[in-house]
């Protein structure tokens, strides 16, 4: 199930700083997405040592035929390899936050884009222009806030874009949508064949049309994303590695731990596999965003941006008339 990610506030960054995290993040490990899914490796790879011991235990104390050995090894090897395992997770980690980061990049950058689109729509339509054209800004508007979701729907599994757009789009507008292959792509279709309507000159049509690269290039960084994960040759090495470093712990540390092999597999397991599992989770960075919260933060934006139009322009010209009435032309003021 998707979890609903938020932005931070203020309150939320003073909590986020607060000691007490400790003890609220170890009381929700149960429900925690990374712990659940060590569950099956870590039992898996804790009940091997357990068989391992009882192994080497029963033939310690004769229980077995006496041609059996003791799983026994030199840890030499492992001091050895130890660096390249540690060095294995760590360029695995960063990795993934790499791709976690340009994520974040591609989605400010459509968000920014958004805003700037919906300010140049509204403010190039003004009081003095036709009816016909106010209608065709508040379709832009809507088209506008519609982009992000559809996109969010695009990248996010399991999305339900007719509900999410349903409140944005006209039924007719929403089905050609839902018939695309490519619902971002077929919004900016509708936002370029909507702009040609606008009474604009030619430059400002041009630079709303520029503007339009901005959501092209969001889409291309998002379906590299999501197509191009990290080299599988990587991602199954350090899974390989990871598998047979714990298989043979046991054998490794029974000489000087004997049963003590179980809780040392069992934390080495936890440790190592919940740092590989960090940077799994991250490598599809989508899911990990607050992609819901900045789709609301867009319609509030282009909603507040409409609401002080006129409040703000009213406010400009009353200042302009009055600074004209307090000064005569020649720049001496009126008596």
Known sequence: MQQKRSLYNHEKWVQHRSSL?????LLSS??????LSLIPPVVAFTLFAVAIASYNSAVDVHWLPGFLPVLRASSLPYQLTA???ALLLVFRTEASYSRYEEGRKAW???IAGTDDFARMVISGVDDSSSEDDHFIKDVILRYVMAFPVALKCHVIYGSDIGEDLQTLLEGDDLAVVLNSKHQPRCIIDFLSQSIRLLNLDETERNILESKISCFLEGIAVCEQLMGIPIPLSYTRLTSRFLVLWHLTLPIILW?????IVVPATFVSAASLFCIEEVGVLIEEPFPMLALDALCNLVHSNVK???????VIKARVTAKRKSHSCQHSPN????S
């Open 255 to 259: 000489d000087d731990c004997h049963w």
């Open 83 to 85: 660096p390249a395992l």
């Open 30 to 35: 149960f429900s925690s997405r990374v712990i």
């Open 304 to 310: 507040e941006a409409i609401a002080n139009q006129k």
């Open 331 to 334: 720049g001496r003021p009126n």
């Open 21 to 25: 995290r400790h003890i609220r993040h």
């Open 108 to 110: 400010t950058k459509i």
